[in-house]
């Protein structure tokens, strides 16, 4: 059986009750949030043997956080829990969500700098004798984005992970508050010839071809959306380059009104193109919708579904977690995501 093990940062989450802004609230809910983390656990909840390795400081926030995990399966064996001399500012990051109402979108305050994980000498770590326990590794676009040590750190798995032959995920889960769009370009490029499954970066906007540079806009700040014919080109353009990649997809949200959306998601897959259901719902909590989406895409693959049932299941995860209070898709099994996926929306007794 597969044994999954992702590397990143848990954050907790302070969230205004009831939609209120940070400005009119005089209550915090708490909560833990991370995307590694919340795939840590969306894949513990299907009942695969999952694993988080990070670094918290070893007081009660710190602990707190991973008994969280704990109490939801997921193993926390490997997480370092630092002493302020390992970790001078030993602080565990955090962040505010001001959860959007119809037209108004949700906003997120990171207050996460010099949080543990970026203090601390990950030298000091024998990576293959973490890893090789291991047959699959999940890593993001955010801890490289931390600081240069956890940048290292990304680099230095992904190259392990390769050399042991584990298959490795990777979400691109661009954060412009944390770096750049052409920082977040240059490493996630550098990280491609490690990766089977790419999730969350096109790999349009990661193409940066020597003779057409407009191939990798952003336009305004957003990375510019390719037509389907020009997909397809580069798709393939990409395969011949990183002939590793087995998968490649990405999901979209069409916003119909402020909570009103529909999710669909699109999937290379060994030389096929695939295109999901259309799921429409309204939106209670949106964090971490990309996150249930590749926990659902790599529990599919783990357990060799059809490419269709593949991105169907994955997109029945995310959208179900468009419904969930909270980061992680905390409460679903897989018989419920099944059932979603297969459209049927009767009440169960
Ligand atoms: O994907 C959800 C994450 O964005 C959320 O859990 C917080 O990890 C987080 C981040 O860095 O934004």
Redesign the pocket.
């Given at each position: 059986p597969e044994k999954f093990i992702t590397v990143?940062?848990i954050?907790l989450?302070l969230t205004p009750p009831n939609y209120e802004k940070i400005r009119m609230t005089s209550t915090f809910e708490a909560s833990y949030?991370?995307?590694?983390?919340?795939i840590a656990l969306a894949l513990a909840n299907l009942g695969v043997d999952s694993t988080f390795f990070s670094v918290v400081p070893n007081n009660s926030l710190g602990k707190s956080a991973i008994r969280m995990l704990r109490s939801n399966d997921v193993h926390c064996t490997p997480v370092i829990l630092s002493t302020p001399e390992q970790t001078p500012t030993h602080r565990l990051g955090s962040?505010y969500l001001e959860t959007g109402y119809g037209i108004r979108a949700s906003k997120?305050t990171?207050d996460?700098k010099n949080s543990a994980i970026t203090e601390f000498d990950f030298d000091t770590i024998d990576l293959k004798g973490l890893l090789e326990h291991f047959t699959w590794l999940h890593l993001?676009g955010?801890t490289p984005a931390l600081a240069p040590n956890c940048r290292k750190l990304t680099m230095e798995c992904l190259k392990t992970a390769r050399e042991l032959g584990l298959t490795v995920s990777f979400d691109g889960?661009f954060?412009s508050t944390?770096w750049t769009w052409d920082e977040a370009r240059d490493f996630c490029t550098q990280c491609l010839p490690y990766v089977d499954v790419l999730l969350g970066i096109e790999p349009y906007h990661l193409w940066r071809d020597e003779e057409d540079h407009s191939k990798g806009d952003v336009k305004d700040g957003i990375p510019f959306q390719p037509s389907y014919e020009q997909q397809d080109e580069i798709f393939q353009a990409f395969i011949d380059r990183y002939p590793n990649l087995r998968c490649i997809a990405r999901h979209v949200r069409y916003a119909h009104s402020g909570s009103e959306n529909s999710l669909k998601a699109f999937m290379w897959y060994e030389g096929h193109t695939f295109e999901s259901k259309l799921f429409t719902f309204t939106i209670l909590d949106r964090?971490?919708?990309?996150?249930a989406f590749a926990s659902g895409l790599i529990y599919a693959m783990m357990h060799h579904y059809k490419p269709m049932d593949m991105i169907n299941f994955a997109v029945a995860s995310s959208a179900i977690k468009h419904t969930i209070r909270g980061?992680?898709n905390i409460t679903d099994d897989v018989d419920t995501i099944r059932n979603l996926m297969n459209m049927n929306y009767d009440i169960k007794r």
């Amino acid at each position: 059986p597969e044994k999954f093990i992702t590397v990143g940062e848990i954050m907790l989450r302070l969230t205004p009750p009831n939609y209120e802004k940070i400005r009119m609230t005089s209550t915090f809910e708490a909560s833990y949030g991370g995307s590694e983390a919340n795939i840590a656990l969306a894949l513990a909840n299907l009942g695969v043997d999952s694993t988080f390795f990070s670094v918290v400081p070893n007081n009660s926030l710190g602990k707190s956080a991973i008994r969280m995990l704990r109490s939801n399966d997921v193993h926390c064996t490997p997480v370092i829990l630092s002493t302020p001399e390992q970790t001078p500012t030993h602080r565990l990051g955090s962040y505010y969500l001001e959860t959007g109402y119809g037209i108004r979108a949700s906003k997120v305050t990171y207050d996460r700098k010099n949080s543990a994980i970026t203090e601390f000498d990950f030298d000091t770590i024998d990576l293959k004798g973490l890893l090789e326990h291991f047959t699959w590794l999940h890593l993001s676009g955010i801890t490289p984005a931390l600081a240069p040590n956890c940048r290292k750190l990304t680099m230095e798995c992904l190259k392990t992970a390769r050399e042991l032959g584990l298959t490795v995920s990777f979400d691109g889960n661009f954060r412009s508050t944390l770096w750049t769009w052409d920082e977040a370009r240059d490493f996630c490029t550098q990280c491609l010839p490690y990766v089977d499954v790419l999730l969350g970066i096109e790999p349009y906007h990661l193409w940066r071809d020597e003779e057409d540079h407009s191939k990798g806009d952003v336009k305004d700040g957003i990375p510019f959306q390719p037509s389907y014919e020009q997909q397809d080109e580069i798709f393939q353009a990409f395969i011949d380059r990183y002939p590793n990649l087995r998968c490649i997809a990405r999901h979209v949200r069409y916003a119909h009104s402020g909570s009103e959306n529909s999710l669909k998601a699109f999937m290379w897959y060994e030389g096929h193109t695939f295109e999901s259901k259309l799921f429409t719902f309204t939106i209670l909590d949106r964090v971490g919708g990309g996150d249930a989406f590749a926990s659902g895409l790599i529990y599919a693959m783990m357990h060799h579904y059809k490419p269709m049932d593949m991105i169907n299941f994955a997109v029945a995860s995310s959208a179900i977690k468009h419904t969930i209070r909270g980061d992680a898709n905390i409460t679903d099994d897989v018989d419920t995501i099944r059932n979603l996926m297969n459209m049927n929306y009767d009440i169960k007794r």
